[in-house]
């Protein structure tokens, strides 16, 4: 009795342990290790039941026990998680099975042991411990890998063991299950052995197939060749064999078929929307592209919010890895408060086009981390494809802008008209040969702006007017290189919507000269906007109008 509130105080403790460790770190998929927490309380209730003598209930638990490690090792391995591609773990398994198979009908025998040790257990054991050892080989350094090996040698050891040396010793395995297993939970790794990871599909290679093929066939052999010497004494076991080698067969055609189902889809998707993008002319027909094409990639109940932002100002994100992490990144996490989702950020800039768009921006997408792991490289291309849409429209508005440009200076080119054309930042972009006449320069300044040529005093006015919107006069003075200054009524229509000037248009007026014939002085209601130092002139100049 006392043995066996042993047992129960360490099973139980064990499970607690698990449950404990998936509430505090927890994972990214919780029933794997739900399911480890079931397995542990079924070999518990076997050891206890071992222990008041209850042997046949015992190994009822145990058979759950094997049952419920193998589907949780089954979710722990599923597409999406750290064993990626499962294909070479299904491969293994099944020709473990098949070598089992023949190991059990020509060396065990009828008794189903090997003197006083279960064969079923010891092949339970194997099966296993060959699954922990891949996921440890996969997941690489992870200490709760580790633990799980070592729980899974400790079931193996006392397995062989304690049936020829039964006592405390040679069940020291089964206590090393229990300890391993919880401090395996208990230990921050853990998460990363149910943390998302993209598909990896390997190539086909011949060995894998024939090694599955022969593992397959090697059921219905056995059973043939105990037909031939006459009788067959291990139906039970060759068919269930034959099941398990099946099933893990068709698991692995399966994957293959859903692979192959995503790639095609991901690949229609991308094909879809590359040319609605080549076909786009403007932002928002690149925006409706892309979130087309996210809306197909991606289940709607896994995306919680998509932002397409094409200038890195309407960004608030500051995750962005420095300059000190090498070269760009073609996306990176923002970790979110729900360990289940996450942010992620596929900037849209490309370094050899960067002059085209020098503003950046990000293509921004929230949802389940499993389905953002699975299609982000997806995602980047989506993103860079983007970011070639907007760059060739920014190219072709440049163009259009230029040839704009050329027009308009081979029509004015011999104007007395001054006609300027200054971007939105009041850089000049264009100006017509007569500024130049007027300031008596032969070129202006590279990148000059229109704030460089006017007087000091005049600069706010002329900044709060273009800071707005619409159109409107504006009177200032302009200074020339000999510090003369020249008096113009500034008339500018702001065209920054317009596609192909998207800037503001200003036409000037010397008032400085003597006036022709026709020309009309300034308003009276207009005299008040006229520069301050003018009231500073000569009363000559000052009423000359």
Known sequence: MLRALEWLVLGIGSAAAIVYGVRRHRPARI????LLAGAIVASTAGDVLTALNRPGIADVCFYAMVALIA????????IGAILVDRARLIDLLAFAC????????????DAGQIGEVSGAFVIGALLLLAVVARLLVAVGRNLSAVLLVIGAVGVLVSDIVQPLWPGRLSETGFVVLYLAWGAAALHPS??????????RPSPWRGRWAALLGISVA???????????????????????????TLLLAITRLTDSVT??????????ALRQASAALVAAADTPAVEEAVRAAIAQLMPPDAVRSTVFAVDDGQLTLEAAPGPEAGPPHRSWWIEDSDRDYATLVCPLRLEPLAVARPSGGALIVVGRRDTLTATRDTLEVL????ALALDRISLVEAVGRRDSDLYLRAVIRNSADIMVVIDEDQRIRYASPSLRELLGVDDLPPLATLDDLVHPDDRVQLRQAFRGSGDGVVFCSLVRPDDSQVLVEVTYRDLRADRLVQGFVVTMRNFTRGREPDQQPPHRDKLDELPARVNRRSARHKFRF
Do not use: C, K
Request: hydrophobic residues 55%; without cysteine.
């Open 383 to 386: 993103a860079g494809q983007a």
């Open 71 to 78: 589907w949780s090792l089954l979710r722990l391995t599923r």
């Open 218 to 244: 090697t059921p219905p052999v056995v059973l043939m060749i105990e037909a031939i010497h006459g009788t067959v004494g291990d139906g039970v076991v060759i068919a269930v064999a034959g099941a398990i």
């Open 31 to 34: 029933g794997p290790w739900l």
């Open 190 to 199: 853990m998460v990363r052995l149910t943390e998302p990871a993209a598909p």
């Open 98 to 109: 098949s070598t089992l198979l023949v190991v059990w009908v020509f060396v065990i025998g």
């Open 259 to 268: 692979l192959n189902g995503q790639a095609l889809m991901r690949e229609r």
